[in-house]
């Protein structure tokens, strides 16, 4: 909570006090008196004093900041008190946005924990291992770094890679399949969000080449479209194109490129029925953090300012259970997406993920050399 004592803003916190017996059994507790020392409060108090508190600030007040539906005994004290209160989560948001030094180091290190994870699962990966093995590299190497998942992990193999949200992991990658990596962790609460596709056998078909080409070639258009003053949806539109364009070329689509994109704003032509999500997220204290929408769901997203960090994230799908459209058999089962973080600076974007390979001679020369 924060109130105005008539000269400044005072942030008071509100915790758990020491209890002897529960510490026994649950571990220590912080306690009032101790938070109010070592966390960056002006002042704490007992979580038990919280309806008494929050009555006499509202009886000094001409108004709150409040957000409903966290905690019912405030949600009641002030629907009956009947004052005027306005939700600061779009103040906040807009705060969050733009990342401190401290902020961007945290971050930078969690990219760093991610992309190390990622080499050691190319590492270890060989025909007919299981996705929940490739899983378990990566998660470990989390907590070996004190860090822990930013999101349930996506571990999808062969056909597997071509649903967006799969994390069940329970199948075995065969020889000749994909496997669709989507994995970070966290660092002080602070995500990182990477994937790769990588061949299990170490080698890229001719067809899975010139897919994960096309969707490189879209990530590296996306991420140097990522520029200080450029609009949100500039990036979904930097992605679309060349996807749209190679969708063509490889006589996917039989259109123009007009036509395969559809309307410029709302991006509904038929190159999304293979590339079916936005290209990028805000990234921070949430894996898809607060302060703007999704690129391809709107243009009303933020200007791209330094400070920021958002993920690039194209890919591309071809499930062949699908009945809605005709799958073309060369690249039947095959779903890649290649994803970074990006820091926007001044002098242009920063790729915190850099440390993690992504080109096909680079992931060749790595799969299977840790076996």
Request: proline share 4%; glycine share 10%.
């Amino acid at each position: 909570m924060a109130y105005h004592n008539g000269t400044n803003w005072i942030s008071s916190l509100f915790v758990r006090p020491r209890d002897t017996k529960k510490e026994i059994w649950e571990g220590r507790i912080v306690g009032v008196e101790q938070a109010a020392s070592e966390w960056p409060v002006d002042e704490s108090e007992s979580i038990e004093n919280l309806s008494d508190s929050i009555k006499t600030h509202i009886s000094e007040s001409n108004g709150v900041h409040y957000i409903s539906g966290l905690n019912s005994i405030v949600d009641e004290i002030v629907l009956d008190s009947g004052i005027q209160n306005t939700d600061p989560r779009p103040i906040l948001d807009k705060m969050r946005r733009i990342k401190s030094s401290k902020e961007i180091e945290l971050m930078s290190k969690s990219a760093n924990i991610a992309s190390l994870a990622h080499i050691e699962a190319m590492k270890v990966s060989q025909i007919d291992i299981g996705e929940w093995e490739i899983q378990s590299v990566i998660e470990g190497y989390f907590m070996n770094c004190k860090s822990r998942w930013s999101y349930p992990s996506i571990v999808g193999g062969g056909e597997n890679g071509t649903i967006l949200h799969y994390n069940t992991n329970q199948s075995v990658v065969k020889d000749g399949d994909l496997v669709l990596v989507d994995a970070g962790c966290e660092v002080q609460g602070y995500a990182s969000d990477i994937t790769r596709t990588w061949p299990v056998n170490g080698k890229f078909t001719e067809p899975q080449r010139e897919i994960y080409e096309l969707v490189l070639k879209a990530e590296l258009a996306g991420i140097e479209a990522c520029q200080n003053g450029s609009s949100w949806v500039s990036i979904h539109t930097a992605t679309s194109e060349i996807l749209a364009a190679g969708l063509i070329e490889l006589g996917i689509l039989d259109c123009t490129l007009e036509e395969a994109i559809g309307d410029p704003v709302e991006f509904d032509g038929p190159y999304r029925n293979f590339f079916m999500h936005g290209t990028g997220h805000l990234l921070g204290l949430d894996v898809h953090d607060v302060g703007g929408g999704r690129q391809g769901d709107d243009d009303k997203g933020p200007i791209l300012e330094p400070g920021m960090i958002l993920t690039v994230e194209p890919g591309l799908y071809f499930s062949s259970w699908r009945t809605d459209i005709k799958i073309p058999d060369r690249y039947s089962g095959i779903g890649i997406r290649i994803e970074d973080d990006i820091l926007i600076t001044e002098e242009g974007p920063v790729v915190l993920t850099s440390d993690c390979p992504k080109t096909i001679e680079e992931i060749e020369a790595l799969v299977g050399s840790g076996v």
